[in-house]
């Protein structure tokens, strides 16, 4: 039998694409999810398959594998800013309790463990680009805490097993991605961008709009992780696209894309809300060889014939969990 490996928030928009991934590749899949942001519609066309199995498990509860494990690639948690604000005990539990359990998994099955750290534990930078040796400007009690300080928990503790345990242990600190399955009401600027234009809505930037991202398709993300994984390297490794834009400027792109008749309106900027952010990707150049190839204008194309697929329902409505069916407990 092939290699095995765990993938969690399996459901949600980067773990669904890691499943198909690591699929493809002949792996037998084991997804967990416990669904609260996740969508089973992401993984439906696997379930079925003989090396895919679904558990609908909370990970911040003690987690029970049978059999062998090989990897655990760890990418449960909510992952916007309008989600810390909704289910924020959740987002810190996934990324501690949560954390904790899974390297105790790792640790049980001697599996290699890979988790999903983000851009957000460099807060709001004072570094431009943020290089991994930065350490971070993070309000602990502010909106985006709940999230920031998980993860950067979640780095701590995962290091400390791999210096302590002597575990395997993958970080990758993950910078704005889009792409296909993205949730259409996260609050996230593309979905929230394309999703009102596809409405007929004014599409609404915070603030002055001056702030910047570095958004990365997700096709090339998940080449960097599959990457990182396989490579010798223990310490954070930053995985984004370097082609940084204002979000005034990403809003002209997305009506130039959609040929919506709609006006940009402007809304207040959101407390904390990052002024300015572009990965520093020597690393992962250097150690994994990698650099993002899709261009925005490709890559939004593809994701916009994705959003512009959905049904008037899925458009509209906010509630899209409804494949209890499938199931396994
Ligand atoms: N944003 C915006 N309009 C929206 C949603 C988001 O102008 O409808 C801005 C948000 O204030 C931030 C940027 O877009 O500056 C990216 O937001 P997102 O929530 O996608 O991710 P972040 O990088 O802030 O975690």
């Known amino acids: 039998m092939g290699k095995s490996v765990l993938i969690t928030g399996a459901a949600g928009f ?10 493809k590749e002949g792996f037998r899949v084991l997804a967990m999810d416990n669904l609260i942001t996740g969508n089973l519609k992401n993984i439906e066309h696997l379930f079925g398959k003989e090396n895919f199995e679904f558990y609908h498990h909370d990970v911040s509860k003690y987690v029970h594998v049978s059999g062998e494990l090989d990897y655990i690639l760890h990418f449960a948690s909510p992952a916007s800013p309008i989600d810390y604000l909704k ?13 904790h359990n899974l390297l105790g998994l790792a640790k049980a099955k001697n599996a290699r463990m890979l988790i999903a750290s983000t851009s957000e534990v460099y807060g709001d930078p004072m570094v431009h680009p943020q290089t991994e040796e930065y350490y971070g400007n993070v309000n602990p009690v502010g909106p985006r805490g ?9 780095e701590a503790m995962t290091m400390a097993y791999h210096t302590y345990h002597g575990l395997e242990t993958r970080i990758v600190r993950i910078f704005n991605t889009y792409g296909p399955r993205m949730r259409l009401n ?4 593309l979905p929230a961008f394309i999703g009102q234009a596809l409405r007929g809505e004014d599409l609404t930037v915070f603030g002055d709009g001056s702030q910047t991202r570095s958004f990365c398709y997700v096709d090339d993300l ?15 490794v930053n995985i984004g696209n370097p082609d940084e834009i204002t979000i005034s400027q990403f809003a002209e792109e997305i009506i130039k894309l959609t040929g919506t008749n709609q006006k940009v309106v402007y809304k207040p900027l959101p407390k904390d809300d990052p002024m300015q952010r572009q990965p520093n990707t020597d690393k992962a150049r250097e150690i994994l060889g990698w650099e993002a190839k899709v261009s925005r204008a490709e890559g939004l194309k593809i994701t916009y014939d994705y959003f512009k697929s959905l049904s008037k329902e899925e458009l509209f409505t906010k509630d899209h969990n409804n494949f209890e069916g499938y199931i396994k407990k």
């Open 146 to 154: 709940v999230y920031d300080e998980a993860k950067r928990f979640q």
């Open 87 to 99: 289910i924020p005990i959740q987002t810190l539990k996934v990324g501690s309790l949560g954390t």
């Open 186 to 189: 996260d609050g996230r600027v």
């Open 222 to 236: 998940i080449e960097g992780i599959y990457r990182l994984l396989f490579s010798d390297y223990a310490y954070p």
């Open 14 to 23: 980067l773990g669904s694409h890691l499943c198909d991934r690591f699929y």
